[in-house]
Nanobody, 115 residues
Framework: QVPLVESGGGTVQAGGSLRLSCTASGRIFSNGPMGWYRQVPGKQRELVAG????????NYVDSVKGRFTISRDNAKNTVYLQMNSLKPEDTGVYYC????????WGQGTQVTVSS
């Protein structure tokens, strides 16, 4: 089993929406905190959204607040990121991982927002 598999990325125009999905192995998911991270060329990977084990508490980087929503389905070891009102600056490769991140990173899913 691949530990982390992200999907749902694509190319959209500004103002559009995407829904990312991530299925994690039990070892990484472990009903613990999870997060979505974004990598932009030339910059460090940053956490953009996090969610607690129960899903009851979420947090977001300021730049995506009000536009992105993280959620999880513990029965499916899956984490989601609903991305609305997308902006060109949201472009990047999106990864999911535990919080703090495990030593393994998946391939990520590319999100490209055109102006």
């Amino acid at each position: 089993q691949v530990p982390l598999v992200e999907s749902g990325g694509g190319t959209v125009q500004a103002g559009g929406s995407l829904r990312l999905s991530c299925t994690a192995s039990g070892r990484i998911f472990s009903n613990g905190p999870m997060g979505w991270y974004r990598q932009v060329p030339g910059k460090q990977r940053e956490l953009v959204a996090g969610i607690t084990a129960s899903g009851g508490v979420t947090n977001y980087v300021d730049s995506v607040k009000g536009r992105f929503t993280i959620s999880r389905d513990n029965a499916k070891n899956t984490v989601y990121l609903q991305m609305n009102s997308l902006k060109p600056e949201d472009t990047g490769v999106y990864y999911c991982n535990a919080r703090p991140p495990s030593g393994y990173w998946g391939q990520g899913t590319q999100v490209t927002v055109s102006s």
